[in-house]
């Protein structure tokens, strides 16, 4: 039986990613790219993970939901960008069975993930402004433990959707995976079994936190918005407004691709269209989160300074 076969006849025991481009050239260059932006992202969400912990001005809810948004976005983009980086360098990049369905759960996971904190910020920044005089009651240690294990949890529930759903299908010839990572679409179609409940089932959930998650983020900036117009005075607007447009960015970038991915009919997009816009939330998002919270945030900015400056004295 061959490992890798595409014979009818032939029980597939593994994958070839095709990745992003076959040009020799166009892979080096796009090597150097992607891995320059995996050293940064690793590098700048580990320093915002790391700052959080040590300033003392940084432990409140909406720093201990980024903290572990950093955390995802490290998971996230390390659960395909090594294994893209070794496709660029090597002739016929293969993946096994188990690992299709491990790298499959990891992103599953961790995509969900960001979508949930993103959610629990966006709530977080609703009740600081719209209710402040019952934020420290409202988003409790305890509370906001709970709004993460919850994120966790439903994370990891509908990553297991996703895994069984690929371990449902059946694959008997055909397994050359036309993108740079185990996605669930590219699989689907080259199944062999029927293929209409698994796929289903994880459209339905993914669907369904799409929907929550943005509709928390919505109603959550709605009473935000109504909350700055009724205030008179303009500094008071800005200062809170400004709490919140890196908040913004990050949910506007990270929603948007996603949207765009898994939302929107796959008539309107060609699967290369597909595939820059996966590296781009799945690779380069991860990149400009911190870069985002540290440009636009005063509070991270000053903690960085602050920090910056004992070290120099020390």
């Known amino acids: 039986m061959d490992f890798l076969g595409d014979g009818n006849d032939t029980d597939v025991k593994g994958f070839i990613l095709l990745g992003l481009t076959a040009d020799p050239i166009l892979r080096v260059i796009l090597f150097m790219i992607i ?40 998971c996230f983009s390390s659960s395909v960008t090594p294994n893209m980086l070794i496709n660029f360098l090597v002739e016929r990049n293969t993946i096994s069975y188990h690992g299709c369905g491990i790298q499959l759960g990891s992103v599953a996971l961790f995509g969900t993930l960001e979508c949930f904190l993103l959610a629990a910020m966006a709530y977080d920044r609703f009740v600081a402004i719209y209710n402040p005089l019952f934020y420290s009651t409202k988003m409790s240690t305890g509370v906001c433990v709970q709004i993460l294990i919850l994120a966790y949890v439903s994370s990891f529930l509908n990553a297991s959707s996703l895994t069984i759903s690929f371990y449902l299908l059946l694959f008997c010839g ?80 990270y929603f948007g691709t996603i949207t765009f991915v898994y ?26 989160n911190p870069i985002i919270y540290s440009l636009k945030n005063n509070e991270i900015k000053g903690a960085l300074k602050r920090e910056l400056g004992k070290k120099i004295l020390s």
């Open 174 to 253: 055909p397994n050359r995976v036309n993108h740079f990572f185990c996605d669930f679409a590219p699989l689907v179609e080259l199944s062999c079994s029927d293929s209409s409940i698994p796929s289903v089932v994880p459209s339905f959930t993914a669907g369904s936190i799409i929907v929550f998650t943005v509709s928390v983020i919505a109603t959550s900036y709605i009473y935000i918005l109504i909350t700055i117009l009724k205030m008179r005075s303009n500094r008071g607007r800005h200062k809170a407004f400004s709490t919140c447009t890196a908040h913004l960015t990050a949910v506007t970038l």
């Open 263 to 288: 939302v929107m009919p796959k008539s309107t997009f060609s699967t290369d269209q597909n595939k820059v816009v996966s590296v781009f939330y799945m690779v380069v998002i991860p990149m400009l």
């Open 35 to 74: 891995l320059s932006i995996y050293l940064v992202t690793v590098s700048g969400n580990l320093s915002t993970i790391i700052l959080i912990r040590i300033s003392s001005q940084l432990h409140h809810p909406m720093y201990f939901f980024l903290s572990h948004l950093a955390f995802a976005d490290i």
